[in-house]
């Protein structure tokens, strides 16, 4: 691939890491930077991923350097060898020897030998297995603890607030395809978190308990072993049809009615974006959002002033504003919103609702961690609705769902849930960035059952970077552009991929009868374009201008493709027109039939292609023609209804 389409897939030059794929006997996986990952058995993914970890005192990744790779691999079986060094931000050191070994008829088996050369401050430092959601999420299972005790569960089939799992020693479950995958662990104390929290699409098997102090030392010259060892027990499998080739099967799409409307489209403006959101009008008026999602913090040092600019971008663009307020939880919860409500009124800022969340929730509180001091949420919204009594008050977390699902906010007293997600928290590779939207059905799925079918949802800000690090003191620097977790920007943002990945997060929203998707921002890192010479336009972009479109529409059920591969995004408005928006996820070209009865379709192509020859010109077809998704294409379309 060429430096100039990889920027245009990725937003980046940076090298896509080399996948080798490695066989034996019923095993498979791929071998990427000193990680497997889509492990299968009979061609059936029984863990998405092990890979050994090192993170700093923030939770980022300390990226090794690998040396001395030594792959060897027979009939009968493959084994992987390599050293590692890594260092955290102090400059501290730590190395380790890791060696992967399969017997195609038996176990897949991982060690690792560390030795710390310096007194090494991490958060953590191991193994992280890494299970699948399809044929997991809620299916049996049996752990042993380090008693040997054992315990007979199932994986939550909603979200887990805390491990589901703790002290285990091996565990086993049962898969609907008929194989019963064990894992058996040694060198320390195990446990499990269930990642859809974080929108990441698994469940994360890792060593040491988070109730244990963290960040901690490894003493120079300390030295530790840890194992993994993945079993396959076949109880009734039934082999599968084999899968045709991508390159050349014909998907046919077909569409049915919902009684669902699609959700509003709003955008984000922190106040450090308000004058160059300003000074940009007419790029947030071609969005054409429905909502403005202002972001006010007090304990940045944002008052009068910011509130002030604010009305006046609230003024000027005519666009429903509604504030995102971090209460300060320094003073009573009644002097801080009355405070607020006095500012609100002296700036003249029109508002249509304000979410209000404690400010000490935007940081996580793992198990065993102490909550730091917050006022009680009955009171907060209590109070809040006595200063706005004309406005809706929205609860929730400016943060992550897991927040939201471990402070549940008092919904008696609230008008609307809310709750951001972010795609590179854990990893930020493209497979699992991509991955993430597996897991949004189960978030939304999950916090609907907390909230109830009723309960008025949004979600966002959704950007590809973070824009607050919960877990940390900081966003993690990239100023390189690369792929990078926990980054405050991501590259792929303002690239292909990034169009596609949005459009898969709003059809995975399917269902879930959200009334506002939030997006991150209108410029910049979590932006749709980049103002810093002229104006240039993301992919992404003319996805938002597209579900802006489809706002209040009627969604309509898309069937006939794999959700993994193809997103598809359809609604019918109230004068009988069909908006959709189809989009390619992976790196592979595939093709598509949009069963719409011959209904003509004015039809844009984002792709590498036009984005090259600077050309999106709309086309105009047939339902019946047949179209070619290249990687990471979005096709953007409409009926002439």
């Not at 019923?26 to 299968?40: E, K, T, V, Y």
């Not at 997006?519 to 938002?544: Q, W």
Request: charged letters at 20%; aromatic letters at 6%; proline letters at 7%.
């Amino acid at each position: 691939m060429t430096a100039n389409l990889a920027e245009l897939y990725y937003g980046t030059s940076q090298p896509v890491e080399d996948a080798q794929c490695l066989q034996a006997g019923r095993w498979s996986a791929l071998l990427i930077d000193g990680a497997l990952q889509q492990i299968r058995y009979r061609d059936i993914e029984v863990i998405r991923a092990v890979a050994f970890l090192v993170r700093d005192e923030d939770w980022g990744t300390c990226r090794p350097a690998l040396s001395g790779i030594r792959i060897d691999q027979t009939e009968s079986g493959f084994r992987v060898v390599y050293r590692a060094q890594c260092a955290n931000p102090d400059g501290h050191a730590l190395s380790y020897v890791l060696s992967i070994q399969c017997d195609g008829e038996g176990a897949l088996s991982f060690s690792a030998d560390v030795t710390a050369h310096d007194a090494f401050l991490t958060a953590r430092c191991g193994f992280c297995v890494l299970h699948p959601l399809d044929g997991v999420a809620g299916s049996p299972a049996r752990v042993e603890h380090g008693d040997g005790t054992q315990e007979s569960a199932a994986f939550p089939a909603l979200i887990d607030p805390w491990q589901p799992f703790k002290d285990i020693r091996s565990i086993e479950h049962d898969m609907p395809c008929g194989l019963t995958v064990h894992c058996v662990f040694t060198g320390d104390v195990f446990e499990m978190e269930d990642q859809r929290n974080w929108s990441d699409a698994s469940f994360k098997t890792y060593s040491r308990p988070l109730e244990l102090p963290w960040p901690f030392t490894l003493d120079a010259g300390a030295t530790m072993m840890q194992t993994v060892t993945l079993r396959i027990e076949e109880r009734a499998f039934a082999e599968r049809a084999p899968l045709a080739s991508r390159e050349c099967e014909e998907r046919i799409v077909t569409f049915e009615s919902t009684d669902e409307a699609m959700p509003a489209l709003g955008i984000a403006v922190a106040a450090d974006e308000i004058e160059t959101a300003l000074e940009h009008l007419p790029l947030l008026s071609e969005v054409a959002p429905q909502q403005l999602t202002l972001s006010f913090d007090p304990i940045a040092g944002q008052g009068l002033h910011e509130l002030e600019r604010f009305a006046v971008l609230q003024r000027r663009s005519g666009i429903p504003s509604v504030l995102e307020y971090a209460l300060p939880g320094v003073d009573a919860p009644r002097v801080e919103l009355a405070a607020l409500a006095s500012m609100i009124a002296a700036s003249g800022i029109e508002l249509t609702g304000i979410v209000v969340s404690p400010s000490v929730h935007r940081q996580s509180n793992p198990p065993g961690s102490i909550s730091p001091p917050c006022p009680a949420l009955d009171e907060v919204y209590r109070e809040a609705r006595r200063a706005f009594p004309q406005l809706r008050i929205g609860g929730g977390m400016l943060s992550y769902f897991t927040e939201l699902n471990r402070k549940r906010p008092p919904l008696e007293l609230v008008d609307w849930t809310t709750h951001a997600t972010c795609p590179i928290v854990h990893a930020a590779d493209d497979r699992s960035v991509m991955q993430t939207l597996e897991a949004i059905e189960h978030i939304t799925r999950s916090c609907r059952a907390l909230i109830g079918a009723q309960q008025p949802y949004s979600i966002g800000p959704v950007s590809i970077g973070m824009r607050q690090n919960p877990y940390g003191s900081r966003t993690m620097p990239n100023p390189h552009g690369e792929r990078i977790a926990m980054a405050a920007g991501d590259p792929r943002q303002r690239a292909l991929f990034g169009g596609a990945w949005l459009a898969g997060y709003a059809a995975a929203l399917a269902g879930a009868r959200i009334d506002t998707l939030t997006l991150g921002a209108l410029t910049g890192a979590r932006g749709l374009a980049d103002v810093s010479d002229g104006v240039r336009r993301y992919p992404m972009l003319d996805v938002a201008k597209a579900l802006a479109r489809m706002a209040g529409a009627t969604r309509l059920a898309c069937a006939g493709v794999n959700p993994r591969e193809i997103a598809c995004v359809a609604a019918r408005n109230a004068r009988g027109q069909i908006h959709l928006v189809i989009a390619n996820l992976t790196g592979s070209t595939c093709f598509v039939r949009l069963d719409l009865y011959g209904d003509p379709l004015h039809v844009a192509m984002i792709d590498a292609m036009s984005l090259q020859h600077g050309n999106n010109t709309p086309l105009r077809l047939h339902g019946a023609e047949p179209i070619a998704l290249r990687p990471f294409a979005c096709v953007i379309a409409s009926t002439d209804k």
